[in-house]
């Protein structure tokens, strides 16, 4: 017969690896905020269709603008 102990909390049992995975969980949030082109949209969206004309844009090309350099839309 077999037995199997779970410890459900193991990064508070282990505080180095609770300070690891913290740092990585603030790591990653960053990175995807730093990452984020919301703000860049939210400024074009802002503006009026004569100011957008003025650009090259119309509001249904804002997020193919702001996301041409990363993906072929």
Do not use: W
Not at 22 to 39: C, I, T
């Amino acid at each position: 017969m077999a037995y199997t102990a779970t410890n459900s909390d193991f990064a508070a049992s282990h505080p180095v690896f609770a300070r690891v995975l913290n740092g990585l969980k603030s790591f990653g949030a960053a990175y995807v905020e730093a990452r984020s082109r919301q703000a860049e949209i939210a400024a074009f969206e802002s503006l009026s269709d004569a100011e957008l004309a003025e650009r090259g844009l119309t509001r249904d090309g804002i997020v193919r603008h702001v996301f041409a350099d990363t993906y072929y839309l």
